[in-house]
Structures are given as structure tokens and as C-alpha cells.
């Protein structure tokens, strides 16, 4: 898991909230994320949407692509295919995933980085492995988060941050035991570089094994805890939390979680969790595929516009490949 790494006694502390007067988040729920397949037919793991969407406001949906081991030819990714009414943080830990778009926006995500594409009004774009890539083969593994926008902004013009891994701010644990690296939003006075339209953090952190993380976290905010690999415990009440699992927080002001004194050998250097959490908007949703409005219109208008092309269309260069015109459209 090549994301960038750390000296933990070289970084900036967080500091251990007090005791006595911390009101830690508890665990609400447990999920355990579904397996779908997406785009050419590659399998992500998926543990939101599927149940009240209300409780990750403002995010809609978390893809976790492997880690897989893809032998020369087996990568595969998603071809051309719209988006309008959100944004979508892709997270790459291992391998590389390419996206081009009709804005002529885009480029190579790899080993630690992040692109944020805000969609807005509306686009077509493609996620492809890059075609050394695909005939090599490789460990290739990564998340995709989708985060919803108000309906004030459901119409602002497309636009691309790319975070490279040693752009992300870096910060350890009171004690060193954990290495954090904030990718968007604050953590205790820390800022990361995303520039976020809807306010959230996003934070990806390696917990030691054994070691605890503490941290403040803001009242306002939501709370949720993903297992990228890895076993530890969250919450005051110290619930298990696997690979694969999602752990959605109640009310409070910090969050506490420990990692597992042994470890597989995937997480060899410690416990990896994302931490997210976002100001919920409280707005009404309607989606299909690829589209996120507020009203069942909006959606119809999404659609006629993809098919009268204009949500853009695909570069000349870029023809070969088949749209997402000539299959149904992706989640």
C-alpha cells in the first residue's frame, strides 16, 4: 500500500481530546459493504447507498475498488459515461486509474493521489486503467467517493483539483501510534488541500497495531468510519470493526478507535481506516444512475440532455471506445 507515508515522530500531533469532558461518538451501525460490478465488470465493494441515506448526508456512495492482483489483460475500468448534480474523490492507494473528460479535464491518479471532479451542471468522462497497466498487470487498489452538492450549486461549472500524495497534509496521533493523512476539511486546526463545495473531511489514517487514535472531530458534522484493511475497534464502546465495514457514529465531539494487536498480513503496517464525515444539506434526492437532483423533473431534464448531447461529447481521439450510449448507464 504505497500511499504516502511518514516518520510519525516528525509530524504534527493531534491533540488527545480530555477525558472528563469528551462526549465520544458512539457506533450506531455496523455495515458490512455489498459487492456490485461496475463499468467493464470490475467488482467494488459498496457499503453505502443501501441503507437510510439520511445518515451519510452528504455523501451518496463509497466504492471500494480491491486490493486486487489483476493478471496482464484483467484490468478494466469504466467507459464513457455522464454525470450532473455531485462530485466524485477518487482515492487511489495502489495501481493507476486515467479519467478523461468532455472538458478536456482529467489525468493519471496513482500511488497515494486523489482527483475531485465536481460534475455540476454536467459532463461525459471515462475511468480507465492506463493501457501499460493493463498489459502488465498489477496490485491495483482504491476508493471512489460520490458527495452530493445543494441545490444552489447543482449547476456550477465543471472543475478538477488533483491531489498528488505529497500534497496531502500529514499528521500523527497524540502519541505517534497513527499516521494521518488529511486529503479535505480540518482536523484540529489542520487543513488539507481539497477544496470542498460541501463542507466534509476526508481523511485516510494507518493506525499501528495495537495503537489507539483519538481526535477531535466537529459536533455538526456526521461521522463514519471504513475499514480499507485490517481489524480494530471504534466508539467508547470498542465495536468491532473488519475489512469491508462501515461504522456510522451518533452525536458527539470525538471519535476513538483502536487497532488490533495482531493484524493480517495485508495490513502488515497497521490498521487502514478513511475517516469521513460531512455538514448533511437536508434537501430531497432524486437519482438514477449517474444523475443526483432534487426532483424527478431535474432527473428527466439529466437524461434528455445526455441524449441530445448536451452534457458535451467525446473527443475525437477518444471514439474507439465504447460510451455508456451503448449499455445502460452506470450506478
Known sequence: MPAITADTLTLPRLQ?????????????????????????????????????LALVDPFLLLDHLGAVEYAPGEAKGAPWHPHR????????????FEHTDSTGGGGLITDGATQWMTAGAGLLHSELPPQEF???????HGVQLWVNLPRSLKWTPPRYQNIGARNVTLLASDDGGALVRLIAGDLDGHAGPGVTWTPITYAHATVA???RLALRW????????YVLAGRGSVGPDARPLDEGQLAVLGAGDALTMRASDSQPLAAAAGW???LLGGLPIREPIARYGPFVMNTRAEIIQAVEDFQAGRLGVVPAAHMPHRTSADSPLPA
Open 16 to 52: 488527545r481530546p480530555t477525558e472528563p469532558t469528551t462526549a465520544w461518538r458512539p457506533v450506531q451501525r455496523v455495515v458490512t459493504a455489498a459487492r456490485h460490478v461496475e463499468g467493464e465488470g470490475f467488482v467494488v465493494r459498496r457499503p453505502f447507498p443501501g441503507f437510510d
Open 272 to 274: 487502514e481506516v478513511l
Open 209 to 211: 497495531p495495537g495503537a
Open 85 to 96: 448534480g455531485f462530485e466524485t474523490v477518487t482515492y487511489i492507494l495502489d495501481g493507476a
Open 134 to 140: 493493463v498489459a502488465k498487470g498489477g496490485l491495483f
Open 218 to 225: 466537529p459536533r455538526e458534522f456526521n461521522a463514519l468510519v
